[in-house]
């Protein structure tokens, strides 16, 4: 079954530090790769996404992910946040005919 | 630009009662999601449509139904709601048409969510 793996729910930061979201997937078919935010009382916005080409891509607001086949993974970085950055983050992947969300990670960035 | 709308943005109701979730995409896309969101468990697919009156099953579709007469408007519908559906449910839309019918790999872009409380 194919799925998506969020494995932290909670990741406090500074502000100003760097910080990384990990997501891996696990799938044996072609697989698209997704990140959203989901802003207090907001619905998801797209933050990047890879489809095909280079395995690094950049997104809004100074965030990137890198594509890591051989490991299954998708994860995101940015290497400074700000105190806006707080939100909760998904990582989705597209694959077969549908998407499938991981459980999500909360980001809290502290002054 | 892009703007999904859905009807409501809080939503109470009583055990038993039929609900109507609204959804509205001013994008022209052919496919359209819902989807309920629960602490943990992320985002888990109910329904999705990639065609006016199409409908496809998601991962949890029981305890609901959908209606897409048009093109811009999908409907999520509650026959008895019960109190384990108070969730937060998001709707979202997509363009192109995937192939053979499935849904696109291209962006999804959601409304701001409805969260739905049964009494």
């Known amino acids: 079954a194919q799925s998506v793996t969020q494995l932290d729910s909670q990741v406090p930061v500074f502000e100003e530090a760097p910080v990384e979201l990990r997501c891996n997937y696990s799938?044996?078919?072609?697989?698209?790769l997704f990140w959203y935010v989901q802003y207090p009382n907001q619905g998801l916005q797209l933050l990047l996404k890879?489809?095909?080409?280079?395995?690094l891509v950049k997104g809004i607001n100074g965030f990137e992910a890198e594509f890591n086949k051989s490991q299954t993974s998708f994860h995101l970085r940015k290497p400074s946040v700000h105190i806006s950055d707080t939100a909760e983050y998904f990582c989705?992947?597209?694959?077969?005919?549908?998407?499938?969300f991981g459980t999500g990670t909360s980001l809290t960035v502290i002054p | 630009d892009v703007k999904v709308t859905q009807s409501s943005r809080y939503l109470v109701k009583r055990t038993g009662e039929k609900v109507f979730l609204e959804c509205v995409q001013d994008m022209d896309h052919e496919n359209m999601f819902w989807y309920r969101q629960d602490p943990g468990l992320g985002l888990r697919l109910i329904y999705f449509?990639?065609?006016?009156?199409?409908?496809e099953k998601g991962d949890i579709p029981e305890g609901y139904s959908v209606s897409r007469e048009k093109k811009e408007r999908f409907s999520l519908i509650l026959e008895s709601a019960s109190t384990n559906q108070t969730s937060m449910y998001l709707c979202a839309s997509s363009y192109p048409r995937g192939t053979s019918g499935s849904p696109s790999t291209d962006t999804q872009y959601f409304g701001p969510g409805t969260r739905l409380t049964v009494l």
């Open positions: 449509s990639y065609d006016v009156k199409m409908k």
């Open positions: 799938s044996s078919v072609s697989v698209y």
């Open positions: 989705a992947a597209f694959t077969g005919n549908q998407f499938y």
């Open positions: 890879y489809l095909s080409g280079s395995t």
